[in-house]
């Protein structure tokens, strides 16, 4: 199998060929820099008989696996002439040959460097000879079923030097090739048009990170093996596939969701609740530990002062993050999140930590540290105006979390909560004994702080 | 300027003679000498019209003569040829300044740029070439290089790109600035005494909060998280207008300090500085080591 890359960011070709050498150890990727090269490389594709044959007797000429890394070599020379690198740890030849062909390159002036600092490469307009990386000896089975289709997938940028995507995927479309367009651009148009053009499937680069690329990565090689699309809904592994890349959608959101609120931007949505209805409300609730040493040493209407001090800031946290409910008590208070806004909920709870520490560094006089005890809980709630006649599992759950779990100054979930703050979020948090039956899961910077000291 | 100009010469043409002119100037420059730069024998008095003339000839620059003001309201009320000197026109002379955005600090006697209007790396009253007692924080990224080499460029940029406002943002709050930026590291400055007690807490402020950059800001793998190191010392430094270029021992102490003695998500401070610490704070360090005549005290976030 082939994988042609039409892409000059140097980063996220060495990104590719990571994937690629761990995934698809005996396919040979090729790194093309124009639509052109990419089409006479496609044009030297053979029958693909005929090429398991020939990579079968290959595999019987050497017996060690190899990568050939032609740098300066036209074309036509370089399966001939390819330096070969023999070593133990295959990947970490790779990374070093494109290491060492992108640091050529620039050498040679075909590329320039523009922060040393930042190993940042830009990529000049004209291009060097296609790369080659071959590891053509490990004997991995290459779907043969369709010998007129060939075995090849190429991944690129809508941004191409010599010609327009859309002539690129017309031109590759009587080819049957699957071809993964990855690029910067988002816009909705665009990815409908380059589907109706023939991409096989369409990745904003800025939702590689994602995870899921390898996924979509797997269908396609998938693809290659079925004749037509009914037989592709009929696979159940292609399905299952699917059904994963599915669950991206969430991962998107919470991408969304989370860019919007770095920028400030929290939903516009009026959430008006009725008496009497039910709701999915996120319960955030914040308990403040006010330790003996600061309580016996200080005057009671100065702890009520700082008490409420620190609650009105916290609202104010909440009210940013766009809570819709609260309600404030001596030493502690809650706020309700109506609807799945978890990742809102969770920063708000983060924000109230760190407001917390600055408060311990800044009040005068405090002979010891308050702690912020936060839960949160989510479930389905009878809505009261009446905000402390709210009766729910949910509310008395992250009470409880709260008042009694002694969290000493972090953050305590449920599994609800946990499974839908995202993958970011959810590295804070460990697994903790469960609490009141429940599966609980705790972020405790104190804890932390204290084995960092150590 | 004209009209400030003015001011000030009735006010200096009506207080000194020539003599004393020439020592008011030398206060700004040594190097002044009116005798020698009006071509009058020392033997011969100068008329005082030539004096102050040759003395705005010399100091023709606006921030040289709002300098001169300021000294000038420095010696009001002291005493001259035994009777009390005080400044006329002083409430003109301010208004006349602060249209062009200067303003008086009444705790440094001096005037200086209004921040309010455009923050500027000297306070709006540093100069060239003079030395003065600030606070170095020196902030680091962790791992900078790991980060470059396992994520794509655009999100390493943006990231950056945000960490670098969010920490010009808190750092400006608590009126410190950035005299320089590498992309993964800096240099914030913050003056005076309270300039301590303001630094560390910009610092606290930058960490503790660096959870929720990291949740909503960061672009990097969702397994990559900025972390980052931060060395603070007190000491002096001649200041220079391009501030990429200002060195001294107490600035590299503050460096290494960041470099060798802190933790990934701590504040590593010197003794000079936990010493002009709140107890509030310093309840909060603890002793990390020692390096000679140095202690070393750490922040940990909690």
Redesign the interface.
């Known amino acids: 199998m082939k994988l042609f890359i039409l892409d000059t960011?140097?980063?996220?070709n060495k990104?590719y060929l990571n994937l690629f050498k761990k995934r698809y150890p005996s396919a040979e990727i090729i790194f093309v820099f124009s639509g052109k090269d990419l089409l006479a490389e496609l044009d030297k594709i053979k029958p693909q008989a005929e090429k398991v044959l020939l990579k079968k007797r290959k595999a019987e000429a050497a017996p060690d696996a190899h990568i050939q890394i032609p740098l300066q070599n036209k074309k036509t020379a370089v399966d001939e002439n390819a330096e070969t690198i023999d070593g133990d740890s295959t990947d970490t030849r790779v990374q070093e040959s494109i290491d060492s062909m992108y640091s050529e390159e620039m050498e040679n002036g075909k590329r320039t460097a523009v922060?040393p600092?930042?190993?940042?490469?830009s990529v000049a307009d004209q291009h060097p000879e296609p790369v080659i990386i071959k590891s053509e000896t490990v004997a991995e089975p290459i779907p043969a079923d369709d010998p007129k289709k060939p075995q090849a997938i190429v991944i690129t940028e809508i941004r191409i030097n010599d010609m327009d995507i859309f002539d690129l995927l017309n031109g590759l479309r009587p080819r049957r090739i699957p071809i993964i367009v990855v690029s910067?651009e988002s816009s909705e148009r665009m990815i409908v048009e380059c589907l109706r053009n023939g991409a096989f499937d369409y990745l904003s680069?800025?939702n590689?990170?994602?995870?899921y690329f390898q996924d979509i990565l797997d269908r396609a090689v998938l693809s290659l093996a079925m004749k037509d699309e009914n037989e592709m809904l009929e696979n159940q592994k292609f399905n299952k596939l699917n059904k994963k890349i599915l669950q991206s959608l969430a991962l998107e959101k919470s991408e969304v969701t989370?860019n919007r609120?770095?920028r400030g931007i929290v939903s516009t949505e009026e959430v008006t609740l009725e008496e009497g209805n039910s709701y999915f409300i996120i319960f955030l609730y914040v308990q403040l530990g006010v330790p003996v040493s600061v309580s016996a040493t200080i005057d009671e209407n100065r702890l009520r002062f700082l008490c409420e001090k620190y609650i009105t800031k916290f609202s104010d946290i909440a009210a940013k993050y766009g809570h819709t409910f609260s309600l404030n008590k001596t030493n502690g208070c809650f706020f309700g999140f109506v609807g799945k806004t978890y990742?809102q909920a969770?920063?708000t709870a983060?924000?109230i930590?760190?407001?917390m520490?600055?408060f311990?560094?800044?009040?005068?006089?405090?002979q010891g540290k308050i702690d912020a005890d936060i839960a949160l809980a989510s479930g389905n709630t009878k809505y009261n105006h009446k905000i402390g006649n709210i009766t729910s599992d949910a509310l008395n759950l992250c009470a409880h979390m709260a008042l009694k779990a002694r969290i000493n100054?972090g953050i305590m979930i449920t599994e609800d909560v946990y499974n839908n703050i995202?993958?970011?979020?959810m590295?804070?948090f460990k697994k903790t004994d469960t609490f009141e039956g429940f599966t609980a899961y705790l972020h405790s910077?104190?804890k932390?702080?204290e084995k960092?000291?150590v | 300027m004209y009209e400030l100009r003015k001011l000030v010469k009735d006010i200096l043409i009506r207080m000194y003679d020539a003599e004393h002119l020439n020592s008011f100037a030398q206060d700004f420059d040594p190097r002044f000498d009116v005798y020698q730069l009006t071509g009058f024998s020392k033997k011969i008095p100068v008329p005082r019209q030539i004096a102050l003339d040759c003395l705005f000839r010399h100091f023709s620059k606006e921030e040289q003569l709002v300098d001169m003001v300021s000294l000038l309201f420095a010696n009001d009320e002291h005493f001259l040829y035994e009777s009390r000197v005080r400044i006329p026109n002083k409430e003109k002379i301010i208004r006349n300044l602060r249209a062009k955005n200067w303003i008086y600090d009444e705790v440094m006697r001096r005037f200086k740029r209004d921040q309010a209007v455009k923050q500027s790396a000297d306070w709006g009253f540093m100069r060239d070439g003079e030395e003065y007692q600030l606070c170095f924080a020196s902030v680091d990224i962790v791992g900078n290089?790991q980060i470059?080499?396992s994520?794509?460029?655009?999100?390493?940029?943006n990231t950056?790109s945000?960490l670098r406002s969010y920490i010009y943002k808190h750092i400006e709050n608590h009126n410190g600035r950035i005299w320089y930026w590498?992309?993964?590291g800096g240099l914030a400055v913050f003056h005076d005494y309270s300039g301590i007690g303001n630094s560390?807490?910009a610092m606290?402020?930058i960490l503790?909060?660096l959870?929720?950059f990291?949740?909503?800001?960061?672009?990097?793998?969702?397994?990559t998280?900025i972390r980052l190191r931060i060395g603070i010392n007190y000491g002096s430094a001649v200041y220079s207008s391009d501030t990429s270029k200002i060195t001294s021992t107490d600035l590299a102490l503050a460096e290494e300090v960041e470099k060798h003695d802190a933790?990934p998500?701590?504040i590593a401070v010197t003794n000079v500085v936990y010493q002009y610490l709140?107890q509030?704070?310093r309840r909060?360090l603890?002793l990390k080591k020692e390096r000679g005549d140095i202690k070393i005290y750490?922040y940990?976030?909690?």
């Open positions: 960011d140097t980063e996220l990104f922060d600092e930042e190993t940042s490469i910067s680069k800025r590689i990170k994602l995870g989370r609120l770095s990742f969770i920063v983060l924000e930590i760190a407001e520490n600055l311990n560094v800044t009040t005068e006089n405090l100054h995202g993958q970011r979020a590295k804070i910077p104190h932390k702080a960092s000291n | 290089s470059v080499q994520n794509v460029r655009v999100d390493v940029e950056y945000r590498h992309g993964d560390m807490l606290i402020t503790s909060h959870p929720v990291n949740l909503c800001e960061n672009e990097l793998n969702p397994d998280d933790s998500n701590s709140s509030e704070i909060y603890t750490q940990q976030v909690i």
